[in-house]
């Protein structure tokens, strides 16, 4: 009796102690949670597993925490991570989060899930975060981490995704990854990742996708990536990658979207290709591949983009290219590709895509001249596929491919020249035809009635063409063309632009190099100026924030595009608010590349003073040396004078200082929209004059490239102090 008695008391004692830990262990974690950013002003009484974000076990012990974002600044250091002994579940994405990860993240060894993506944090990867073996996601992705990935890595077995994308990371894909088996995300991409893909991760036969794209990859792509049988996603694009494209790529019957663009790749595309039917994305641009295109290519009828732009590609484009009914992009330009082009697709985005080839032919709306003998053509044609019927059904197949190969030597095309006096006069990538007198008839030979303006060494016309079509028309003075400088700015434009293609770069349509008639034929663009615009009060009130967030954005989409997707990288040299134009819709161009340059690996890159004056980065006055930094230089300053609505001056050696620290980012801003900010672009705005301020630099080094000024617009996180309260020196501070 006394013995039961006493067993109850123990077993009493045991309970009430087992209730005692439980809930010091619960006041620990609702004390830690109280202490962080989070969950300051939440009152301790009502139970924290009530909170938003929290779930507890039935002991009362958290296991998923999941911040709501707060005005309040965060620091990951503030959150006590040794408090959280059955955390499963943690979220921190998008809170603005600063400073490293600390390693006590290391003590939640019961984590299956970890999300920090979308923040600022910054410093190397804790090694602790391998000891997180229970590990199933882990989401680093979009922030400042740099160093290197730890080969512990290989310790995480249990992983299924791995995100590490939009980082600073850099050296070797570590080979341990080869051990997480369970493996179907693996995230690397826009990093500074470097060596060949170590041989491991193509026996990772679980993945599905591999975004390895926008680092400095080298080595080949093995044949053994046809391993992965289980792969819907291949992205490859802008590394160093040489070698050809492994035939066993056709064993990926799930792929649906493969980027190996802008990379060093030789040799055939290969037929196997064919095999992908899932095939959805193909882009292949900016490599070195010739031979012909594979007729394989014209089965793949779920392809929605084919991009093969830019390559030594040679022949003709097969005639199974009529079977695609899903195609919404096409790129053949770039190529040396002649005959026939087998569409009538009717797409906008067809009118740039048969460009610089060798001889295209076809119907006029892609920009190609037609096939001389069409119906001649469509008729040999409809001949030889009776034919080829006909003998088919008696099964007599050797002929067949014979007469085949016969009758489609003839598709040739018209010997058609875009030209005229050799290569004065060319016209071309326009959607109907402009001829040289077209063009002295729509301007009645430069009546000054069609002039629009009048530069240094010429004068802009405007031009309405025959078919309603209207374009720009830069014309030299007479005497200028006698002078060699301005006939070298000339031919220097003709050369960059005929060369690059991008939305938000001016498109010139032609030119006339000839000593009575020197002109360039551009698009049009209806308001002018950004100068002009800024200038003018009612066009600058309904240039609104949004717009100009907009126009920022693309100009530095179009500069990254010169920078860095250009081979080689393209200086503009000359970037000013008179230099890029808006059309109605105030899409934004940059034109005027009198002044660009290739920027030659092998040179010094020395060059003479170019630019207009307020826009010229200082360190050109006395290196002479022009860099990229140069052109994000004037793109900063014109940022400025974009969100000022005019040019900064005397400011902008203010604000490269630390002498900015107490003006006010508000008053700053365009004080004819000012305070009407509208909500959806806040954090743009503040966003762009931090990238802004960065920008302008002195140090030339200090200042972001465009690359990573446009990565930073995709990601764009909100600032974590109230608007109206942000100072130019806190923007600056903050690491961006
Ligand atoms: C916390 O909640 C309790 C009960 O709801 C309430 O009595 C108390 O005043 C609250 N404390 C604070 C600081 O809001
Ligand atoms: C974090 O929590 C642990 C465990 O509850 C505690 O021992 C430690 O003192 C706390 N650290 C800080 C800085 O509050
Ligand atoms: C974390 O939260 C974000 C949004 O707050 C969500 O998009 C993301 O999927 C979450 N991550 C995980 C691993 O659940
Ligand atoms: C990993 O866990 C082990 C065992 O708990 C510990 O000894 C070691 O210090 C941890 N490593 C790191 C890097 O935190
Ligand atoms: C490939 O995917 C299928 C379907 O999702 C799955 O059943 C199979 O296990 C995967 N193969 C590998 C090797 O992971
Ligand atoms: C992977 O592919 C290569 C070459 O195609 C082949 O030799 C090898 O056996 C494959 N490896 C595995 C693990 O299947
Ligand atoms: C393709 O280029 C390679 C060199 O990269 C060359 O050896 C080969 O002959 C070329 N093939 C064709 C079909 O032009
Ligand atoms: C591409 O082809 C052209 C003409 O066929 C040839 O002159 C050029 O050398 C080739 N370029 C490369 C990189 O193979």
Known sequence: MASSISAVIVMWVVAMAAAAAASSQTWIEGEALRRSTWWRSYNTTTGHCNWPGISCNAGGSVTEIWAVPTQ????????????????????????????????????????????????????????????????????????????QIPS??????????????????????????????RLTSLYIGWNQMEGSIPPEIWSLKSLVDIYFDHNILTGVIPSSVG?????????????????????????????????????KLVGVIPKELGNCHSLRYLSMKFNRLNGSIPSEIGGLVALRKLDLSVNNI???????????????????????????????????????????????????KFGIPPCRKRNRITIIIIVVICLCSALLISSIIFGVLLIWRRKTRKLQPEEATTTQNGDIFSIWDYDGKIAYEDIIEATEDFDIKYCIGTGGYGSVYRAKLTNGKEVALKKLHTLESQNPTYMKSFTNEVRVLSKIRHRNIVKLYGFCLHKRCMFLVYEYMER??????LSDEIEALEFDWIKRVNVVKSIANALSYMHNDCIPPLLHRDISSGNILLDSEFRAVVSDFGTARLLDPDSSNQTLLAGTYGYVAPELAYTMVVTEKCDVYSFGVLTLEIMMGKHP?????????SSSQNIMLVDILDPRLAPHIDPEVIDNVVLIIRLALKCINLNPTSRPTMQHVCKEFETCTPFPIPFHAISLGQSKDQEV
């Open 649 to 657: 001056r005397e400011l902008v050696t203010i604000l490269s200082t």
């Open 72 to 147: 309040e600044n965060g620091l990951l250091t503030q959150f006590n991570f040794s408090s959280f002994p059955n955390l499963v579940r943690l979220n921190f994405s998008s809170l603005g989060l600063n400073g490293d990860i600390p390693h006590q993240i290391g003590t939640l060894t019961k984590l299956t899930h970890l999300d920090l993506s979308h923040n600022f944090l910054s410093g190397e990867l804790p090694l602790s975060l391998t000891n997180l073996t229970k590990l199933v996601e882990l989401n680093l992705g979009y922030n400042h981490i740099s160093g």
């Open 152 to 181: 512990e890595i290989g310790n995480l077995r249990n992983l299924v995704g791995l995100v590490l994308d939009c980082n600073y990371l850099n050296g070797v894909i570590p080979s341990s990854l080869g051990q997480l088996t």
């Open 314 to 364: 040679s022949g003709t484009i097969p005639l199974q290219f009529q079977n695609f009914n899903s195609l919404e992009y096409l790129d053949l330009s770039y190529n040396y590709l002649e005959g026939y082009v087998p569409f009538e697709l009717h797409l906008p985005s067809l009118f740039r895509a048969f460009e610089h080839n060798k001889g295209l032919c076809g119907d006029t």
């Open 528 to 533: 002018g100026s950004l100068h002009c615009v």
């Open 227 to 263: 391993n992965l049988t289980n792969l819907t996603s291949l992205h490859l694009a802008s590394n160093q990658i040489t070698g050809s494209i492994p035939s066993e790529i056709g064993s990926l019957k799930k792929l649906v979207d493969l980027a190996l663009d802008n990379n």
